[in-house]
C-alpha cells in the first residue's frame, strides 16, 4: 500500500522548459490536491481536484496547469517554468465522502529553475 | 478568504523546555487539524478538533480547540529531540479546501 506517490522527486529545468509531476493514489480518494512549499510562507494550494472530471483554482495557480486523469492520478504541468517556480511541490489526497477530514501527503517534489 | 494565522514563525528551545505553538482564524472553523512535518519530509496528520473547549492529548502533546473555535493550540511537554520539525495548523477553506497556516518551525538544542 503506497498511499500517495509522486514522480520526479527531484527535478531540476531551465526557464522556459515545461515538464509534468505526476501524483497517483492507491487510497481511492475523491479529493485530490497540489501544494507549493517556500520558505516561510507554509503550504499554499495550487490546484484541486473534488473529484474525478472535476479541478479548480486554488491560492497560486497562475503558471499551471492540472489534470484529474481518472481517480487515482493528478498531474501538475508547468508550460514555460519560471525560477519564481523554485519549489517543493506536495500532492495530497483526502476522503471526501467520509465524516474525517485528514489529508494525506505524498513524500514531495522538488524542483529547481535555473 | 479564510486565513489561518500561526505564530510564532520559529521556536528554539533546549531539550527539555516546553514549547507552543498558537493558530488563529478569521472565520468559526468547524475543525481544526494539526500536522508534523519533520526536516526533509512531508507534512504528516496529528491530530483533529471538532468541538468547542475541545482539548486532545497524545502522551507530551496537547491540543486545544478555542471556546469560539476560532483558535488553537498546540503544546509540548519537556521536548525531545525528535520533537523537531514544523508543526502546522489547518482549517477549512470551503468547497473541499484546507487552508493551512504558514507553520511554526521547532528546533531542540540536546
Known amino acids: 500500500n503506497a498511499g500517495v506517490t509522486q514522480t520526479p522527486k527531484f527535478q531540476v529545468l531551465k526557464t522556459g522548459q515545461s515538464m509534468t509531476l505526476q501524483c497517483a493514489q492507491d487510497m481511492n480518494h475523491n479529493s485530490m490536491y497540489w501544494y507549493r512549499q517556500d520558505p516561510g510562507m507554509g503550504l499554499r494550494l495550487i490546484y484541486y481536484s473534488a473529484s474525478e472530471g472535476t479541478t479548480d483554482k486554488g491560492e497560486v495557480p497562475n503558471g499551471y496547469n492540472v489534470s484529474r486523469l481518472n481517480k487515482r492520478e493528478f498531474s501538475l504541468r508547468l508550460e514555460s517554468a519560471a525560477p519564481s517556480q523554485t519549489s517543493v511541490y506536495f500532492c495530497a489526497t483526502r476522503d471526501s465522502l467520509s465524516s474525517g477530514n485528514t489529508i494525506y501527503f505524498g513524500e514531495g517534489s522538488w524542483l529547481t529553475v535555473v | 478568504g479564510q486565513q489561518v494565522m500561526q505564530i510564532p514563525q520559529y521556536q528554539h528551545v533546549q531539550e527539555g523546555e516546553d514549547f507552543t505553538t498558537y493558530c488563529n482564524s478569521s472565520t468559526t472553523l468547524s475543525n481544526i487539524q494539526w500536522y508534523k512535518q519533520r526536516p526533509g519530509g512531508h507534512p504528516v496528520f496529528l491530530i483533529q478538533?471538532?468541538?468547542?473547549?475541545e482539548v486532545k492529548k497524545q502522551k507530551r502533546l496537547t491540543f486545544q480547540f478555542g471556546e469560539a473555535k476560532k483558535n488553537s493550540s498546540l503544546h509540548i511537554t519537556a521536548t525531545q529531540t525528535t520533537d523537531v520539525g514544523t508543526y502546522f495548523c489547518a482549517g477549512p477553506g470551503g468547497s473541499e479546501k484546507l487552508v493551512f497556516g504558514k507553520g511554526t518551525k521547532l528546533t531542540v538544542n540536546p
Open positions: 478538533l471538532v468541538k468547542s473547549g
